[in-house]
């Protein structure tokens, strides 16, 4: 039975394969396949809890993103804990154990626990290194620059994205793509504006590909639809950064809700927001708040607090601004994000 669903997984990458894959390898006591299987499938599944823009590469129908009954972050950094503290040194321990580092290196990120987060991120990349896996060090690098960009430090970013670029060979969309978007972000945020929508309209079109089976893509090239919508907005041109968002909202809904449609209905609430469309405005930003709050997943949803506070106070409604505040105050005392930070200390003083 356990040979029958790993095939099964194997003809056609169906994420509901993989727990039944582990339940029959466990009733044979396999331990070595056990892991392997619990890996994939934590993997698969914190990949579309942990990221804003997941590839997704077993396909989820509608519902599956919620994670098999006990199987938890807890479950997770529990098995990676377990994973870790393996003795044996053989290449199969040390490449368990290169993935359960990422692993638990990109939950700890994605919750604001930057020490520890970037620890294992790091010892993941130097086991990659060690095992010559390129597949992980490049997502190593990848997580290195979402971090650079969640406190908004440039300079790692780009280091991250030389050591991406330097590293890709022709052909591998997937990555190609995603450091391609993430140069854009860079330029974006050094004001180099058509550098940055040059980037974001070439991943778009890297996205494209003929290797994007199943639309696995689909959140990739979102992405750089919400980031042109981001590139538009703070230069004032309110209509083309709203096309953006609409775009990006369009394209990035699938069967299974991305945290990076929070980002998007938070860029476009942001925008109704200035042009003084206010009831539009605060329906969207809530939306933003609901798509993050459906996987506890905290970055970004500090901001789509604190514009919401921004919004209620422009109708004078300053009690409930005031809770939005309070709570965009709590999580932004983990993410850390300067610009965040600096419209909650410009709120601060409309409040007191």
Not at 187 to 201: G, I, T, V
Not at 209 to 222: H, I, K, L, N, T
Not at 295 to 312: I, T
Not at 322 to 347: F, M, V
């Amino acid at each position: 039975l356990a040979e029958y669903y790993e095939n099964q997984g194997k003809t056609k990458r169906n994420f509901r394969s993989l727990p039944m894959t582990i339940y029959h390898y466990e009733r044979c006591h396999d331990q070595a396949k056990t892991y392997e299987y619990k890996i994939a499938y934590l993997n698969e599944y914190y990949t579309l809890v942990n990221e804003n823009f997941p590839v997704l590469h077993w396909e989820m129908e509608q519902g599956e993103e919620e994670l098999d009954s006990g199987a938890g972050a807890g479950q997770m950094l529990e098995l990676a804990d377990e994973v870790i503290r393996f003795t044996e040194d053989s290449p199969k321990v040390q490449e368990m154990k290169m993935k359960m580092y990422f692993l638990k290196g990109r939950y700890k990120i994605a919750q604001g626990e930057y020490d520890s987060g970037l620890s294992a991120i790091h010892q993941s990349m130097a086991l990659a290194e060690k095992l010559q896996n390129k597949s992980v060090l490049l997502n190593g690098y990848k997580q290195m620059s979402f971090y650079g960009i969640q406190v908004e430090n440039l300079e790692l970013v780009k280091e991250y994205l030389e050591k991406g670029f330097a590293l890709l060979n022709e052909g591998e969309t997937e990555d190609k793509g995603v450091f391609t978007r993430l140069q854009g972000w860079y330029y974006l945020y050094e004001k180099e504006y058509k550098k940055a929508e040059e980037k974001f309209l070439e991943a778009i079109e890297i996205f494209k590909s003929p290797g994007d089976v199943g639309g696995c893509f689909r959140m990739s090239s979102a992405a750089c639809y919400g980031y042109l919508g981001d590139l538009y907005r703070v230069q004032g041109k309110l209509d083309e950064a709203a096309h953006y968002y609409e775009t990006a909202l369009k394209t990035g809904t699938d069967k299974v809700m991305a945290n990076g449609l929070g980002q998007f209905y938070s860029g476009l609430g942001q925008v109704r927001m200035l042009q003084e469309r206010f009831r539009e405005g605060e329906e969207l930003l809530q939306r933003a708040l609901d798509c993050f709050k459906h996987y506890g997943y905290y970055w970004g949803r500090e901001r789509a607090e604190a514009y919401m506070a921004l919004l209620l106070l422009k109708e004078g409604r300053k009690e409930e601004a005031r809770k939005y505040w309070e709570e965009s105050r709590r999580i932004s005392n983990k993410i850390k994000n300067p610009s965040t930070e600096l419209l909650l200390q410009q709120l601060a003083k409309e409040l007191n």
